[in-house]
T-cell receptor, first 114, second 111 residues
Framework: ETGVTQSPTHLIKTRGQQVTLRCSSQ?????VSWYQQALGQGPQFIFQ???????GRGNFPPRFSGLQFPNYSSELNVNALELDDSALYLC???FGQGVKETQYFGPGTRLLVL | QQQVKQSPQSLIVQKGGISIINCAYE??????FPWYQQFPGKGPALLIA?????SEKKEGRFTISFNKSAKQFSLHIMDSQPGDSATYFC??????????FGTGTRLQVFP
């Protein structure tokens, strides 16, 4: 196990609703990245937080937003849910910017939008 | 330019055989190439990684071969075991702090 935890493990929402997913990073890690993994696909980068600031963003609309807290845990918020938002949402924690070797993934939150 | 192309999509290997998964990239700014293993219901776990100044890296039964001029790299799993059955992702990381993943290869190893 990596020490990265995510909650909840599963979630069912309806179209138009809002959702908040949570991630606790591995001890000593100050960077959290969020990824969306659609069924049968590789993870797609959403954004990254480093020391509570957004540090890079992928091709996701503004209704995907995030937050990082002083203890380096993080939240992913998705507004106005669409059916295509159904996916496994992964967070990965690492230490520092550009330190590629230490990125560890959590088990993910599986979101189903009906 | 930001894509990593992975093949095959699925692979069936007999126990004891060699599993080979291939990836190709275009962006020469990529400078770190990890492979991840993902079991159902779990997040990806780092398996092995290589930098482009090395042509081969071996860790136990897992070997990465890297061809910088062709912009291709591959994962070889020697003596494949049923416990290796999982989805494997190649990935690439460049001068931005994000991993670009391939589309994945579902490996099934039969006894």
């Amino acid at each position: 196990e990596t020490g990265v935890t995510q909650s909840p493990t599963h979630l069912i929402k309806t179209r138009g609703q809002q959702v908040t997913l949570r991630c606790s990073s591995q001890s000593g890690h100050n960077t959290v990245s969020w990824y969306q993994q659609a069924l049968g696909q590789g993870p797609q980068f959403i954004f990254q937080y480093y020391r509570e600031e957004e540090n890079g963003r992928g091709n996701f609309p503004p209704r995907f937003s995030g937050l990082q807290f002083p203890n380096y845990s993080s939240e992913l918020n998705v507004n106005a849910l669409e059916l295509d938002d159904s996916a496994l949402y992964l967070c990965a924690s690492s230490f520092g910017q550009g330190v590629k070797e230490t990125q560890y993934f959590g088990p993910g939150t599986r979101l189903l939008v009906l | 330019q930001q894509q990593v192309k992975q093949s095959p999509q699925s692979l069936i290997v007999q126990k004891g055989g060699i599993s080979i998964i291939n990836c190709a990239y275009e962006n020469t700014a990529f400078d770190y190439f990890p492979w991840y293993q993902q079991f159902p219901g779990k997040g990806p776990a780092l398996l092995i990684a290589i930098r482009p100044d090395v042509s081969e890296k071996k860790e136990g039964r897992f070997t990465i071969s890297f061809n910088k001029s062709a912009k291709q790299f591959s994962l070889h799993i020697m003596d494949s075991q049923p416990g290796d059955s999982a989805t494997y992702f190649c990935a690439a990381w460049g001068n931005t702090d994000k991993l670009i993943f391939g589309t994945g290869t579902r490996l099934q190893v039969f006894p």
